[in-house]
Nanobody, 122 residues
Framework: QVQLVESGGGLVQPGGSLRLSCAAS????????MRWYRQAPGKERELVAS???????NYPDSMKGRFTISRDNAKNMVYLQMSSLKPEDTAVYYC????????????????WGQGTLVTVSS
């Protein structure tokens, strides 16, 4: 079985920075594109950033400039560097992989982590 586990969330002051990590565990052969989503209280889940297996990144216009996604394929990790944080960035941040291939050939589609809470407040 494979899973995604996020870490790095917490309380940060407005204007501060935070780095989220997402670790994929299991007998993993490869991971396709990965994304970070977030869901604020009372709002729908929204895309924050995406990265292909080759490292090409993409951001919605509303997320450009303050968020940076990266990954380390050797460690099966994906990261989200967040800067100049605002109270409206407060949300649960989720890691997502569109496909994880196990070494035994089993594919897992649309894999989600459990989320990590980021609170931006003074």
């Amino acid at each position: 079985q494979v899973q995604l586990v996020e870490s790095g969330g917490g309380l940060v002051q407005p204007g501060g920075s935070l780095r989220l990590s997402c670790a994929a565990s299991g007998s993993i052969f490869s991971i396709n594109a990965m994304r970070w989503y977030r869901q604020a209280p009372g709002k729908e889940r929204e895309l924050v950033a995406s990265i292909t297996s080759l490292g090409y990144t993409n951001y919605p216009d509303s997320m450009k400039g303050r968020f940076t996604i990266s990954r380390d394929n050797a460690k099966n990790m994906v990261y989200l560097q967040m800067s100049s944080l605002k109270p409206e960035d407060t949300a649960v941040y989720y890691c997502y992989a569109d496909k994880i291939l196990e070494t035994r050939g089993l594919s897992h589609l649309e894999v989600w982590g459990q989320g990590t809470l980021v609170t931006v407040s003074s």
